[in-house]
């Protein structure tokens, strides 16, 4: 974006930035015509060539809120839905709350003993459909438990546009900008950043590589320590196509590069990629680039068959004549806990080996003086090996394992954590011992230690003793930051545990720490830890400071920030059914699994009296996907927007979930369908049996697996529930088999961990048999509650396909059902537009059949 003019107020306290209107009156968009289709209607709205075209009320009224700060008036003629226009007007308010995503900590330049915190924030942007990402600098000056911190913030934040990847350096003294291009011809940008003012530009063409990988799996962008070089993983250039015409049988094009009249281009082979979210996503090979020179070169020596990711540089040897070398994590195409030939899908699958590498890099621009590199196997005997870091002394490699997911084909379990001790002279040969930090927990007793779930290490997660590792993890329904010190392995939890609210890791220097602390009923606060004596807080015992850093961006609308202050929560302990008298539990699935329950009203206790008894809130139960994932008591905006709207929510993790011990996870395989909605009707009875929630009104929303569990309960429980809402649900797993991503989930959470020896390309009528009976659609002819879908067309999880078979076999049998297709939304349905007509429409279908 262009901007016009600059203009900072009097009091310095806001900035004004202006652009050229074209279709824009000032701040807000010019209205256009628009049509009512009640409190059900479907949103949608489109952005072209600077102007609006509305083609309902709801979505373009809440662009004129981010636009303007106030709702329009409807123009003369106009027809409006006052319960939908209040809603959206409500949902927007909640969108414009700025989220905190990153933030890195760099030494100060002022030289007094504190640190600088560089916070990147984001902040929907709904006419654009995209976000808004900009960055504030705060000064943390030197504390002690004694003082409190006077926090001095930048004047203004400052947007970054265009920007896939920020990276700054180990010093702070440079930061690496990634902008990927916008199409397949066009080249990656590398801007490297100085104090003041731009260092390099560096354009990779085409040729050399395509998109730099930034999706949070595979990516992977590392800084050497002399801040010389950056390594980074990036999409290996697209072959060439066939040409095909009148000249095809000479090369077909000009000294250009066009086609000659008459050619054209055909299609080739077909390239596999990995799946959801990775549609047309070439493999990710690592490149280096010189900081001084701007030359990029491929990294050699790793083989076809190995995708790289996560890549950081190892130490730098003592020795000159030592190479500089890189570990990375390596994937291979065909996943050998499985039989098949193809590569099964990556996203939020842990389930995959992988094993950490190291190979010699490569300096961009200079012929290499001995012979080509070879990459090295370093976690031979570890099935799963992943966000591999250093410590700072340069004498121990760590890594997280999701080994116990590879062996028995969960998509996710209970994760553990392992160290490779490192030579000083950085020269590997043979087989390096691997020492086990955290085992996976089996189970726990009630207050222990549940055990490891973590997905990723932050770049530097170390103290400055070079022994203590802070990472994030789920301790049951709540995300707690833990102390690991590696030599010995003992633990302790370092986030404050006075309240039920979770926490994240964001960043550390000189012993503290910068966390962010929400709750269902409270957004995000920016947290500032340091020890209150010591240097460590495991071998010590040492406590924790924390106190608030306030934010001036993170500022919202009254309307919200009253109904955050009358919501309430807590997590309900729910015994485990017994649903089978014969069926034997293991220790850790016999123990009680949880719920968090939140209260739009101020009070949690139920009413004493028969007449408040009709003044309990409708009842939301709200199901997490995976399965093997978990609702966490963080903030939600959009579970924030149905409380607001007047309704309980009841969020559970039932067994099966992460975060209670690898036993009670384990106990859902080849129990789907059966045990987890149990699970759920237990956790509705609870509530249900203490007052706290009207049997008559009670919906159920979840998504993915989520979804699979709302359709079968009102299939299964069809009295028991008022309304259902599905987002991407798996309706028919016999169906879905044959067209997903990932057919190994079908067979593991049908079958149990037999599922891995069954599992075939082509299954059985007995197989689909099994599959079908575990589905939803089994139950179909019991339902007798309206439904609402929410379905992404792109989706390669749950293809679309699955839930339009459940929808049309409904409306065969005279059900009401309404169904909102998003043509370019995958499995998440989370682009900004998407997301927001989405809950607005649960919202509004809420109100109609539960108020």
Known sequence: MAVALVAASASASRLLLTTNPGRFVGCRWVPQRRGSHGSQQKLRSSVSGGSVRRKDSCVVR?????????????????????????????????????????AWTIPSRKGEGGFDVVVAMSQVNLPANAKRTFLSTVYIPETTAATTPDYH??????????????????????????????????????????????????????????????????????????????????????????????????????????????????????????????????RPVLFVANVSTGAVQVVEGIARDVSAGQVVWAPQAASSDTPQSLVFVGWSSYADNFTTPRKLGMKYCFNRPCYLYHVEAPVPGKEPSNAAPVATKLSEGVSSAFSPRFSPNGKMLVFLSAQAAVNSGAHNATNSLHCIDWPADGIISGKRQIRDVINVV??????????????????????????????????????????????????TKVSSSESMASWNILGMQNSCVVAIESSPTKVQSLMLGHLASGDSPVKGGKEWN??????????????VETAMQSMRYEILQVPAPMTDPLKSLSEGSGQPFEAIFVSPTGSINPPTDEARIESIPPLVVVLHGGPHSVSQTSFSRNAAFLSALGFSLLHVNYRGSLGFGEEALQSLLGNVGRQDVGDVLAALDLVIGNGMADPARVAVLGGSHGGFLAAHLVGQAPDRFTTAIARNPVCNVSSMVGITDIPDWCYVEAFGKEGMTNYTEAPSVKDLSVLYQCSPIAHLSKVKVPTLFLLGAQDRRVPVSNGF???????????????????????????????????????????????
């Open 62 to 102: 809440a662009m004129d809120q981010v636009a303007s700060g106030k709702v329009m008036s409807p123009s003369a003629g106009e027809k409006t839905d006052a319960s939908s226009d209040a809603e959206s007007e409500l949902l927007q308010a909640f969108y414009a709350i700025p989220s905190i995503d990153k």
């Open 153 to 282: 913030w930048s004047p203004f934040p400052f947007e970054i546009s265009g920007a896939s990847l920020i990276v700054p350096s180990p010093s702070g003294a440079k930061v690496l900008i990634i902008r990927n291009p916008k199409d397949a011809t066009s080249p990656t940008k590398l801007e490297i950043w100085g104090p003041g003012q731009l260092l390099r530009e560096i354009f990779v063409p085409s040729s050399v590589h395509g998109s730099i990988y930034g999706d949070g799996w595979f990516e992977g962008v590392s800084w050497s320590q002399n801040e010389e070089f950056v390594a980074y993983v990036a999409e290996e250039p697209a072959l060439s196509r066939p040409i095909f015409g009148q000249n095809a049988s000479t090369s077909g094009q000009n000294s250009n590069g066009a086609l000659e009249a008459g050619n054209w281009k055909g299609q080739g082979d077909w390239v596999e990629d990995w799946g959801e979210s990775y549609s047309g996503k070439r």
């Open 442 to 491: 089996q189970h726990a007793e009630e207050g222990a230690f549940p055990g490891l779930y973590c997905s990723n290490l932050i770049a530097n997660p170390w103290l400055n003793d070079s022994s203590t590792l802070l990472l994030a993890s789920s301790w049951r329904s709540q995300q707690v930051i833990l102390a690991i010190d590696v030599e010995s392995g003992t633990m």
């Open 546 to 559: 924390w106190s608030a850093i306030n934010v001036p961006s993170l500022r919202f609308a009254a309307k």
């Open 805 to 851: 078979q459940y929808v049309q076999a409904l409306r065969a049998r005279g059900q009401e059902v309404k169904v909102i297709l998003f043509p370019e939304d995958l499995h998440a349905i989370d682009r900004p537009q998407s997301d927001f007509e989405s809950f607005l429409n649960i919202g509004v279908w809420l109100k109609r059949f539960m108020q």
